[in-house]
């Protein structure tokens, strides 16, 4: 599986991105997707997850204000962020993972830059 991210870009406190995370080679319909996000020498952190059935959750600090959803018709998962504040301002990665009985499949796209101005 390929990812893809994009959508990412500079936007002032208040508004709003939509970010896009494309698979490609296989069917992304049976994995667990995430997005996380990092700062410059800072660890990578969750931001929202949906499971292969729908099911999401998310950090307490975007609740109410960002989205994630999944078409799978199109391969894709989004992440709709709303009310954006400044400390929003992060690398976003999105990830696909899988785990079987025997195999664990993981996944990650390159980061997109969302920066979020006062």
């Known amino acids: 599986v390929q990812l893809q991210a994009s959508g990412g870009g500079l936007v002032q406190a208040g508004g709003s991105l939509r970010l896009s995370c494309a698979a490609s080679?296989?069917?992304?319909?049976?994995?667990?997707m995430e997005w996380y996000r990092q700062a410059p020498g800072k660890q990578r952190l969750l931001v929202e997850g949906i499971t292969s059935s729908g099911m999401t959750n998310y950090v307490d600090s975007v609740k109410g204000r960002f989205t994630i959803s999944r078409d799978n018709a199109k391969n894709t998962v989004y992440l709709q962020m709303n009310s954006l504040k400044p400390e929003d301002t992060y690398l976003y990665y999105c990830?696909?993972?899988?785990?079987?009985?025997?195999?664990?499949?993981?996944?990650w796209g390159q980061g997109t830059q969302v920066t979020v101005s006062s």
């Open positions: 080679g296989s069917s992304i319909s049976s994995y667990n």
């Open positions: 990830r696909a993972h899988l785990r079987t009985e025997f195999y664990e499949y993981d996944y």
